[in-house]
């Protein structure tokens, strides 16, 4: 008897949230090369969907369906979704319109018409408005969607729920098990393969594009440009947000195993950053010495870092020491925590310049103790250096405060 290659168990469950135009295509038949087909629901969106019921017998879902769904799934279920700058997405949404009579009905109302008109042309662009908002937000019973599509079949499921926010579509977002952009897709798709264990996608094709599409921007005007805008004002910030939530989750990912093998350990009360050793960041030159003293310039590009595992048992001040420099200024330093501003205090003690600041409890624990700290300060190539340098860091130092503080 011939043997037979087959994967040792079974995939798990996953929920993949098409929104239209994110390379969705692409993603799909990605995903039903690891799922045998008698796993996966062949049903492309609501319309087509006969029973929610029918959705626990299956491990993969795929298709334009929205946030709401996920009512009908149980826990099990993982929740996939890309997202793609938004004005890109409409540009391309109405391109596919135009080519093709069976994408939606508004296809008689681009014929003939350049995008520049078609923009301006409200009965199209009503349905292209925030539709990643749209999709997020998404709240409707699953059964009550289909109940009402089938009374009325020239309805929309993105238009049976309240107007979507910004604030619902956020914090849906941080519910989401695996969430990417499409320009940087190929990036986060190799560890989403390897979180799910499926086969990794070593060849990964663009489907569903418009044929010979130039990648470069259409020939569309200032004004044109912010009529696109104005119909993705919540979407621009929601992509905004899923940007920032991606890279911090880049650096959780990147910054766990090395808490779990012991290079990194979490650090609570007092400590410094020894600048003669290895520096947890990013944008800093080799240290230089003068007897005792150890300091290392920051550069060469205006931002450097610090990423470090934090107690979130403590609340931390941090006070950074550096070189005063005649050029340098307040407005000259700039401080993040984990993606969010923080306020700190300038102050110049004989020939040094300090910045203190609190690391506030909420930026650590969403976090989950993992911080990463980036530094603003411009940077110049200084007479007889070939560097391009920032400021002279001589001392970081964190210390634990009473929780009141």
């Known amino acids: 008897m011939t043997a037979r290659f087959f994967p040792v168990s079974r995939r798990a469950p996953l929920f993949f949230m098409h929104i239209p135009k994110t390379a969705g295509t692409s993603m799909r038949l990605f995903l039903e090369t690891q799922y045998a087909d008698r796993d996966i629901c062949l049903d492309e969106g609501w319309h087509s969907l006969a029973s929610v019921d029918q959705l ?24 996939l979704t890309i997202l793609r700058d938004p004005v890109a997405r409409t540009l391309s949404s109405i391109k596919h319109l135009q080519r093709d009579a069976t994408f939606a009905p508004e296809h008689a109302l681009t014929k003939g018409r350049s995008l520049a008109q078609i923009i301006r042309t409200p009965e199209v662009m009503r349905t292209q408005r925030n539709i990643h908002a749209a999709y997020l937000c998404a709240s409707t019973p699953p059964g009550l969607v289909l109940q009402t599509l089938r009374e009325n079949p020239e309805e929309s499921a993105t238009e049976l729920d309240s107007a979507p926010t910004l604030e619902l579509a956020c914090a849906r977002l941080h519910e989401i098990d695996f969430l990417a952009t499409v320009e940087e897709l190929p990036l986060d798709l190799q560890s989403f393969s390897a979180r799910m264990n499926f086969h990794p996608a070593t060849y990964f094709p663009f489907a569903n594009e418009a044929p010979g599409a130039a990648r470069s921007a259409p020939d569309l ?28 989750r880049r650096f959780e990912a990147a910054m766990k195993p090395l808490l779990a093998n012991g290079t990194y350990h979490e650090m609570a009360g007092d400590f410094e950053i020894d600048l003669g050793d290895v520096v947890p960041g990013s944008g800093w030159h080799l240290p230089e010495r003068e007897d005792d ?27 950074m020491r550096f070189s005063a420099q005649a050029h340098f200024t307040e407005q000259d330093f700039q401080v993040t925590v984990n993606g969010h501003p923080v306020e700190r205090t300038f102050s110049r003690h004989h020939q040094a310049h300090v910045v203190n600041f609190i690391i506030p409890r909420l930026a650590v624990e969403a976090g989950k103790g993992f911080c990463q700290l980036v530094f603003q300060a411009k940077t110049k190539i200084p007479p007889g250096d070939t560097r391009s340098l920032g400021v002279a860091v001589r001392q970081i130092s964190f210390t634990a405060r009473d929780n009141g503080v």
Request: aromatic letters at 14%; hydrophobic letters at 40%.
């Open 221 to 248: 005007t200032a004004e044109d440009y912010e009529i696109l805008r104005s119909y993705n004002d919540i979407d621009i910030k929601i992509y905004e947000y899923a940007k920032k939530l991606i890279h911090f």
């Open 293 to 319: 003293a150890v300091w290392r310039w920051t550069g060469p590009g205006d931002h450097f870092t610090l990423e470090l595992p934090l107690s979130r048992a403590d609340i931390h001040e941090v006070s």
């Open 56 to 79: 626990v017998t299956k491990s993969l879902i795929r298709g334009h369906f929205q946030y709401n769904l996920r009512q009908a799934l149980p826990p099990a279920f993982k929740l």
